[in-house]
């Protein structure tokens, strides 16, 4: 999808845009489809080239090492 200035427009799973942080949580979907997978890739090399940290979630990720990951990012944009 594009926005009204030609590019991109992509939606991110969660994101704190003044620090440019972003949590993208990665499914079960995108493996079972390679082009699924494809556009993932796209997208999150899109979002990160315009200098926006994304840390990725996966099932079976223990919560208190995502809150850190994601404390971790938080704070090297807050310094």
Known sequence: ????????????DMGW??????????????RKSTADYRKDIIRLEYIQSLGWIV?????????RDVVEHVRRARASRLR
């Open 1 to 12: 999808m594009l926005g009204p200035n030609g590019l991109p427009r992509y939606y991110l």
């Open 17 to 30: 845009e003044h620090i440019m942080v972003a949590v993208e949580y990665d499914g079960e979907h995108p």
């Open 55 to 63: 840390v990725r979630v996966v099932a079976g990720n223990r919560p």
